[in-house]
């Protein structure tokens, strides 16, 4: 194993999309930023320094961060935001994981475009669980708005109203070909025939769940959030906001231009984006007057599509890779997922959109809840999250008369090596709606999931315990219901959240704190002496 050193300058750079030009926050310069390379076992080191006039913090999405919760990265959950001006070392070690992940920063809705690519390579001299593919691609999927990114949730939190949708989505920072306005092309994948490509595809986006398709060909599923399945074929792939998935495209063609597509998933009556990002899969050889092949994606509200692929995950399960489900549990717990109306004498309807887990709309600490925790100080956070929801609601029904929330930091406390199950229930508080949930600091399986209420006497049997899908982000499907196991091995204060930037921002969020174990390989480390202060 190495050592892996990367240098990320954070800077202000202008940028061109939609034949508009606005300064955005990048790394280095680059749009997506840049891909970090490293293999499973490495000990990676990235100095991030802060040259824009925001506060800063990189979050390593999905990395494990064993003992490490210091370089996790969400701004008052495991760190104090890099100020302007100042430098950061993440270090962490990359412990039993392979794959692809990805960063972006964890503060303000500077993810926007503050983002990029992490790929895992296997031990030297370890194969892939299929055939090695000739090549591989990253592709990063995103969400462009024409205006100041800040600028749109800013005035969303003052109307207490939805910010307005993105104006486009991209395929590695590019629309594609977009009616008025002569744009620089969009990104193109030269393949040459009967080869296999796996392309490691990250949904970058904030606020979309996204279909993702190419025109003509079949793609095979290996991997999602860094963790092997068992290889199945589809048309079209959905990835919500935060995971990752890895899909071998066999060019089976001799010539042609195919296109290559993503657009949006929603099966609620929520305004999004309706824009299709475009690029292309071009073989050499091809004659330039061939017209590219059409993608067809589905509408955006085709939920049996969506079904249909969620439930063809499951483990690859192996020896090599076998799926440690816990059976014995420790807590079990019922969080319902929801969005509130709270008063707001300022906002424009006298009141504003909140949204809560258990009717707690999280409020973030002024200071970072991991410092608090680890020097036990008091009145940061409290540790009595709710086990279940206080209030019966009926949660696929109609709205309840009262729509107010909770606020509070409440956390939900954990002993190191306890076995957790949550249920995560969406509720019809205002709609229903499908909700990327992202647990930090581990990855969890995925034994059951259902449309409706959950049923906590039914349901429970028909998990499954043998080869669920392992991931660190699920979607909870519009009114409907999932159940995710995990082991808290990793001691320190871990973030769950929605992936959609807009519920995170009205309080779609709470945390697990784990206490240190008893043995020598047990507690959380020190923090480092760089460790931003507040
Ligand atoms: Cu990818 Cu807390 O986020």
Known sequence: CRIRHY?????????????????????????????????????????????VKYNLSIHWHGIRQLRTGWADGPAYITQCPIQPGQSYVYNF?????????????????????????????????????????????????????????EAVINEAKKSGLAPNVSDAHTINGFPGPVSNCLSKGGFNLPVEPKKKYMLRIVNAALNEELFFKIAGHKLTVVEVDATYVKPFQTDTILIAPGQTTNAIL????????????????????????????????????????????LATLPPKNATPVATKFADSLRSLNSNTYPAKVPLKIDHSLFFTVSLGINP?????????????????????????LLQAHFFNLKGVFTDDFPANPPIKYNYTGTQPKNLRTMTGTRLYRLAYNSTVQLVLQDTAMISPESHPIHLHGFNFFVVGKGVGNFNHKNDPKKFN????????????????????????????????????EIHTTWGLKMAFVVDDGKGPDESLLPPPADLPKC
């Open 93 to 149: 070690t990359i412990t039993g994981q392979r794959g692809t992940l990805w960063w972006h920063a964890h503060i303000l809705w500077l993810r926007a475009t503050v983002h990029g690519a992490i790929v895992i390579l296997p031990k030297l001299g370890v194969p892939y669980p299929f055939p090695t593919p000739d090549k591989e691609v990253v592709v990063v999927l995103g969400e462009w708005w024409k205006s100041d990114v």
């Open 344 to 368: 707001c004498s300022t906002c424009v309807n006298g009141s504003r959109v909140v949204a809560d887990i258990n009717n707690v709309s999280f409020v973030m600490p002024k200071t970072a």
């Open 465 to 500: 315990l043998i080869d669920p899908v392992e991931r660190n982000t699920v979607g909870v499907p519009t009114g409907g219901w999932v159940a995710i196991r995990f082991r808290a091995d990793n001691p320190g204060v871990w973030f769950m959240h929605c992936h959609l």
């Open 250 to 293: 066999s060019t089976d063609f001799q010539t042609g231009k195919f296109m290559m597509a993503a657009s949006p998933f929603m099966d609620a009556p929520i305004a999004v984006d309706n824009f299709t990002a475009t690029a292309t899969v071009h073989y050499a050889d091809t004659q330039s007057a061939i017209a590219t092949t």
């Open 7 to 51: 240098k990320f300058n954070v800077v202000q750079k202008n940028h061109t999309q939609l034949c508009s030009t606005k300064p955005i926050v990048t790394v280095n310069g680059l749009f997506p930023g840049p891909t970090i390379y490293a293999r499973e076992d490495d000990t990676v080191l990235i100095k991030v320094v802060n040259h």
